[in-house]
């Protein structure tokens, strides 16, 4: 029991002081990173739906995806995978691992409140006090998102209506 908490601990001042934020330029992704490579570990992470190519980077055992619009990050994407193709297996990121991921941005003065699931089925995602940034564990992967980035993409993702042929 007590590996386990000094992993957890571990891990959670390992991300505070390397875990790029949403809202940092570049300059600062590549100083808590490094330069950023085009994938992780022979990975090739596709772009958002607007079209945004993340820049990829590895810290411990995770694939970080950082969405970066402008020159600010308005995204970010934890992932962690079996082996190191993009083929190989997405293992799903504990609940510690996730909680000391959120934990992370507290330092920013970043408070989480559970988002509402309908049914009282544990959340799955969680917003912050302020209300601009949501995160989000779905589909083994954590994403940490300004709300309206999130809300942009939906809105990218929605099919659009045919158009009507002429004289109708």
Partial sequence: MRRVWAAIV??????????ARVGETEEQVARRYGAPSDSGYGRTVAADPR????????????TIAVIDRE???VAENFMKFEGQQISDLRLPITAEEMDAILASYSELGVKWKP???????????WKSSDGRLKAINSANQLQIATVRYLEQKAAA????????????
């Fill in 10 to 19: 571990y891990l959670a001042l390992a991300l505070s002081a390397a875990q």
């Fill in 51 to 62: 079209g945004n190519a993340p820049l990829v980077d590895n810290f411990h055992d995770f």
């Fill in 71 to 73: 020159g600010v990050s």
């Fill in 115 to 125: 988002g509402v699931t309908p049914g009282g089925l544990p959340s799955k995602w």
């Fill in 157 to 168: 993702m929605k099919p659009t209506a045919p158009a009507k042929p002429n004289g109708s």
